[in-house]
């Protein structure tokens, strides 16, 4: 009954697929505006456009939260398969398929700014940011240290220290990232 999600159970079918359509056009008009801004980066330079990659698929499940919230949908789980859809398809192509739409393919073998140094800075880029956006957890650090102490009450302060939430849909995507981005090279 917890999963259950009670407002959302008398959607129709069209409501809910027209909902999802369109979320999921949000999510192709974010990639096409990633690879332009992945582009202009990388005429700067390989580890500009790496990190820029990695940034975009850090905020990107915060983005997809918010899509998601606009979808209808019956229970928990559903709700996070549809996130973690749009989250993994955010990613692999950010990461896979936009490396190859930005680099020529005369410049794949080349020495110096070719594709092989452009998919090493890649994934060494998406192993920092993600460890580092693990670790930092600013939203943590903002209620353990600025909102727990000026707590009115003891159960105020108690749930200033509860865990930060996160989504499984995100940490999966974390690792399969990593996993579709070694197996597509």
């Not at 955010?90 to 490396?99: H, K």
């Amino acid at each position: 009954p917890n999963t259950v999600r009670w407002h959302d159970l008398n959607a129709r079918f069209f409501v809910k697929l027209k909902q999802r359509t369109l979320t999921a056009l949000c999510t192709v008009v974010a990639l096409i505006g990633v690879l332009q801004v992945v582009d202009i980066c990388a005429d700067y330079s390989t580890v500009a456009a790496a990190f820029a990659m990695s940034v975009f698929n850090s905020l990107y499940p915060i983005f997809a939260t918010v899509l998601i919230s606009f979808e209808s949908h019956s229970s928990e789980g559903s709700m996070q398969t549809s996130l973690f859809y749009k989250i993994a398809f955010f990613r692999w192509v950010n990461t896979a398929l936009v490396t190859e739409l930005i680099s020529p393919f005369t410049d794949t073998l080349k020495s110096g700014d070719g594709l092989i140094p452009q998919v090493y800075t890649l994934f060494f880029s998406e192993v920092i940011t993600n460890a580092l956006h693990q670790l930092s957890d600013p939203t943590g650090h903002i209620y353990r240290l600025v909102l727990a102490p000026r707590a009115a009450t003891q159960d105020e302060m108690n749930l200033s220290f509860q865990g930060t939430a996160f989504d499984l849909a995100e940490r999966y995507t974390n690792m399969m990232t990593l996993v579709f981005l070694a197996l597509w090279y």
